[in-house]
Structures are given as C-alpha cells and as structure tokens.
C-alpha cells in the first residue's frame, strides 16, 4: 500500500530536479563555459549589448508563455510585430510618433484577438490557425509597407529601443518591467489561475464553469500585445519598419519557452523560466558570435539545445504526471 506515495514522492523530486534546479545549474554551467572561452563576455557593456539585441525576442516569449501554459501556440507573432512596427514607422511618419504607438499595439492586440476567436469559437488548431492569421497579417504589413522599407527621420523615434535611463538602457528596464508583471498576472490574479487551469485540461474546466473561450482568447490578445510592443522595439531599434524584421520571432520564442522548461503540453510553468531560457539562448547565441562559428554550425547547435529541452520536457511528464489533477491550476500545477 505503500508504493505510489513513494512513487509519488520521487515523480516529484525529479520534476524538481529536472524543470526547477537543473536549469538554474544549467545556465551557472554556461557561465562558466563562457569565462573560460570569452572573458569579455561579463564585461557590462557586452551583457547590456546582449539584451539591448534580444528586447523583442524577450517581450514575445512571456506572451507565448500565457499562450503555451494555455496549451496553444501562436506561430504570427512574427508577423503582427512586423505589422506593428511598420504602422509605427508610416504613422510617426504622418502624425506622431505617440499615434503611431498606440494605433500600431491597438492593431497587434486586435490581431491576437482575431486568433483567439479563430481558435477558442471556431476550434481550429492553434499551429495551424496561427500560421495561416501569420500569412495574412503579414501580407498586410507588406502591402502597408510598400515596395520599400519605411525609413524613419522623426526627432526621438529611436528613443524606445535604445534611450537610457541613466546606465541603464531602456529596452533592459522594459524587459523587467514585462516579466515581473507578467508573473504577477499569470500568478497572483483569478486570470492566471484560469489559464493554468484551462491548459492543463480544457473540457474540465468548462465543466466547472471556467471561462474557457474568454480566458484563450485573452492570452491571444496578451501575445498580440506583447507582439506588437516588440514591434515597436525592433522598428525603433532598425530606424524603419519593416514588414518582415519579427521573422524569427515565433520560432525563438517557442524555443525560449521551451528551453525554460515550460510544459508544451499545457498547465504548468512560471514566466521565470521563461525569461532564463531567453537567457541561455541570448548567451549560447552570444557565445557563437565570438566563436565566429557559422550559422549552420549555430543553427545545429540551437536544434540539440532545443531538443535536450523537449527531452527533459517530457521526462518531466512521464515522471510526475500521473500524479497531478487534470484541473491543477496555478502553482500547484507545476513546479516552482
């Protein structure tokens, strides 16, 4: 009688071990690596550089964090932050960099919304929902856009993606900023609870009576916000807007979330992880970069990084998914 307990108790310890402080170890052990090949790598000017260059990608992953606990994914993220930051450029362009702002995240958040719908009300796959909205905004961008890149000569246009407050760069303060609300969000309000609970199993918690569409649908919107901020960023950042500068966007982030040992099946994770799987890819990314290793080399190794990921990811489940309710929400549906 005494065997599941025990069982029980060692699903969990290796769930610890595998999704809490192994990753923490993770990226101690890839600091260490870096200061024995690349000394210049902790100087403040290169880890300023580092997330200065990784603002957008950093912004995405804690919307696709709420879209993935929510067991979805939302493969047009790069393509509404290229839509937003092109109307942030035309409109700064013809009003105000202010209106441009605000209509371009208006237009992201609309677009995140749209997926929603599509997703929660006509119950289309997320993968697919999102790549066919990702082809669709994207061609809107371009078509917004022009035959050419949307350059941007307005007074302070650049001040979003590369002001400072004092030492320290703005995009870095945004970065904070994003996270620490986003765990307050995901964590500490009935919202939070509700995506947990939905991604952890959708038909029980519409049994209970959970908003199930409202609460899919919102973290769409919360990706096509986060999404189109991002936008905003990398077109400040560039000087233009450009239809196609989010193109990477959806893949990194997935792997951000992914890497940060985020359940990809749904109900489980923090949006620490989130931001510590950033992290080791910004720094491996870094790394490659000084090691003037190729892109093919890098995309090879980002593939096994990735991989390694999705094992543990799922040895984690093996291990201890026997022994959580399917309508587990909030911490108590994953690891710390």
């Not at 709420?66 to 979805?72: A, D, L, T, W, Y």
């Not at 105000?96 to 929660?120: K, P, R, W």
């Not at 980002?302 to 998914?321: D, F, K, M, P, Q």
């Amino acid at each position: 009688m005494s065997a599941p307990p025990i069982r029980a108790r060692g699903g969990r310890l290796l769930d610890q071990l595998l999704s809490g402080g192994a990753l923490l170890a993770a990226y101690i052990a890839l600091a260490v690596f870096v200061a024995l090949t690349d000394p210049k790598f902790f100087h403040a000017t290169n880890l300023k550089n580092m997330l200065v260059q990784n603002t957008a990608l950093a912004l995405v992953a804690v919307g696709m964090t709420f879209v993935i606990i929510g067991r979805n994914y939302d493969l047009s993220v790069g393509a509404i932050a290229g839509l937003s930051g092109v109307l942030f450029a035309k409109l700064t362009i013809e009003h105000s960099i202010l209106v441009g702002a605000i209509v371009a995240v208006l237009v992201a958040t609309a677009c995140g919304v749209v997926n929603g719908f599509i997703v929660a009300k006509l119950r289309v796959n997320s993968f697919m929902a999102t790549f066919a909205t990702g082809l669709v905004f994207s061609g809107l961008a371009l078509n917004y856009q022009g035959p050419r890149q949307i350059s941007v000569s307005a007074p302070h246009f650049d001040a979003i993606g590369l002001a400072k407050w004092g030492p320290i760069p703005e995009p870095i303060v945004l970065i904070v900023v994003a996270f620490v609300v986003g765990a307050i969000v995901l964590e500490r309000t009935p919202f939070g609870q509700n995506v947990y609970a939905v991604g952890s199993n959708r038909e029980a918690a519409r049994l209970i009576g959970l908003p199930v569409d409202r609460t899919v649908v919102a973290t769409f919107a919360v990706s096509g916000f986060m999404a189109g901020v991002a936008g905003l960023i990398l077109a400040s950042q560039l000087g233009l807007g450009s239809a196609d500068s989010g193109s990477s966007l959806p893949i990194e982030a997935i792997a951000a979330v992914v890497v940060g040992g985020i359940s990809v099946y749904g109900g489980e994770g923090r949006i620490w992880r989130a931001a510590l799987g950033g992290l080791i890819l910004a720094t491996l990314n870094n790394v490659f970069v000084g090691l003037s290793w190729s892109t093919e080399t890098q995309n090879v190794a980002e593939g096994v990084v990735i991989l390694l990921a999705l094992g543990a990811n799922r040895l984690v489940r093996t291990s201890s998914g026997s022994a959580r309710s399917p309508v587990a929400s909030g911490p108590a549906a994953g690891p710390a």
